[in-house]
């Protein structure tokens, strides 16, 4: 099996249809650049992408296939924001240096959009809203004052609260009531990563797949790069492996946690629109969430169940089908047609990592809300290496504290956590 190939991502949905991309070389020479760039996601795309339009030189380096890590097989949920409330970030950090924040992850939305229409990018993009609907009787409070703190203090005043029979008229499920941004939406993700390689391409980045980095080092020029016995020498490097890292910077995949996630494809349903109204992304409050959405053939993808073991489930279909059947009874037995699974990189704080070691910038950590912040931060990280730190520091002045129990025992206390609080969702 290939670096990026695991977890079914073959039979995904989104492989299925993905707009056709050429296969892409792997690196046959020594190169010397002005940046490369370890990893093909949207964060590794995003600073190819704004790196070549500076003028500067890149290499990308791609282990496996372009797009195929979490960038292209996660659940297209376009939201808005942080993994973090406003509430929370506000307590933490002060109004100020919270607004602040917010202000630039806001900006991941813009700046996509902005990337999709100039590169004209074909990915299903579908500016709906999302609902983010209440499990619990008692999330329905602190959804009321994140909407406040969100309208007011932080100047976002497009979201509001659904009480549980407007939630109903939307979604065809038991809430009681929803957070509701009217900014989101969902896309095909697959290929908006694949339109931004081609988009990087056409700067000037030169893209290399099946070219697993296997090590960095620092040298008196700048950095090396090893892929087998060849070697990128750069300026400057970017790590943007998330998950999928394998081992080459310890220090940086100290700070995340991968867990594993798997998502279905229903047949296409006869009523999409008896599920959900107005085509919106849908997830819940829950702290193992549910997430799902309709794709452009009526299929209903859904996303829920998480794992803390290494190991897939051996039907992800089967492991994945309760939890949908859970939220819609009515599609009980309903035909999956696709399952694939993908690791969600977290953090201890729930905020993205972003940072410098050296000559090395990296990104990664956006803890189930990258599909818009790996596009900023690929800009952010470019803003840095070109020595304009301002907005970049923001994110990185904030590092999360690394796992506890250094790599033996990281997973196993992180487990043990995890399914206390997945205990709770039951409670
Ligand atoms: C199942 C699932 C569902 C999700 N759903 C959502 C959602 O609905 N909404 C949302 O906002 N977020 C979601 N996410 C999170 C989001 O997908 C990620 O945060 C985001 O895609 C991370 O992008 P990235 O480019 O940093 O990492 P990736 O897309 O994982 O890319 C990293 C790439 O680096 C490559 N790589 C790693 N190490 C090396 C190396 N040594 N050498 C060469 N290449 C290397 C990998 O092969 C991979 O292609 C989901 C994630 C998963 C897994």
């Not at 799902?292 to 994945?320: C, H, K, M, N, Q």
Request: hydrophobic content about 45%; proline content about 5%; aromatic content about 6%.
């Amino acid at each position: 099996m290939g670096f990026n190939d695991q977890l079914g991502m073959a039979n995904s949905w989104y492989a299925e249809t993905a707009t056709p991309a050429p296969s892409r070389p792997s690196l046959t020479e020594d190169r010397e650049v002005d940046l490369v760039i370890v990893g093909g996601g949207c964060t590794g795309l995003s600073a190819a992408l704004h790196a070549a339009e500076r003028g500067m030189s890149v290499v990308l380096l791609e282990g496996g296939r372009i797009g195929w890590g979490a960038s292209g097989r996660n659940g297209g949920q376009m939201i808005p924001g942080l993994r973090k409330s406003a509430v929370e970030l506000r307590e933490a950090l002060g109004l100020d240096r919270a607004r602040a924040l917010l202000d630039l992850a806001f900006e991941a939305r813009s700046l996509v959009l902005e990337l999709i229409a100039r590169h004209a990018i074909d990915c299903d993009l579908r500016l709906t809203g999302h609902i983010l609907g209440a499990a619990k009787a008692s999330d329905l409070r602190w959804m009321e004052a994140e909407a406040e703190c969100l309208g007011g203090q932080m100047a976002y005043p497009h979201v509001e609260v659904l009480s549980a029979a407007q939630t109903r008229a939307e979604v065809a499920t038991e809430y009681h009531g929803a957070l509701v941004d009217r900014l989101g939406g969902h896309m095909h993700p697959l290929n908006y990563a694949l339109g931004m390689a081609q988009a990087a391409e056409a700067a000037g980045a030169a893209i290399f797949e099946d070219s697993p980095a296997m090590a960095i080092g620092e040298t008196s020029a700048g950095v090396e790069v090893s892929v087998g016995q060849l070697r990128v020498r750069a300026k400057q490097a970017m790590l943007a492996g998330d998950a999928l890292l394998h081992g080459i910077d310890a220090a940086v995949e100290r700070r995340i946690m991968p867990v594993a996630n798997y998502l279905v494809a229903t047949a296409p349903l006869a009523d999409p629109a008896a599920i959900i109204a107005h085509d919106q992304a849908v997830s819940d409050s829950r702290f193992v969430v549910n997430y799902y959405r309709l794709s452009r053939d009526g299929r209903l993808i859904f996303g829920g169940g998480e794992r803390y073991s290494p190991d897939p489930p051996a039907d992800i279909a089967a492991f994945v089908r309760p939890h949908l059947e859970r939220v819609f009874p009515q599609l009980s037995g309903v035909r999956i047609d696709h399952a694939w699974g993908g690791l969600v990189s977290i953090t201890r704080s729930r905020l993205p990592h972003l940072g410098r070691h050296g000559e090395v910038v990296f990104a990664h950590g956006y803890s189930g809300q990258g599909v818009l912040l790996s596009t900023l931060a690929g800009r952010l990280a470019v803003e840095a290496v070109c020595c304009d730190v301002d907005r970049f520091a923001r994110f990185a002045s904030l590092a999360p504290p690394p796992f506890p129990g250094g790599e033996a025992l990281r997973g196993p206390l992180h487990t043990m956590g995890m399914l206390w609080y997945a205990l709770r969702d039951r409670l």
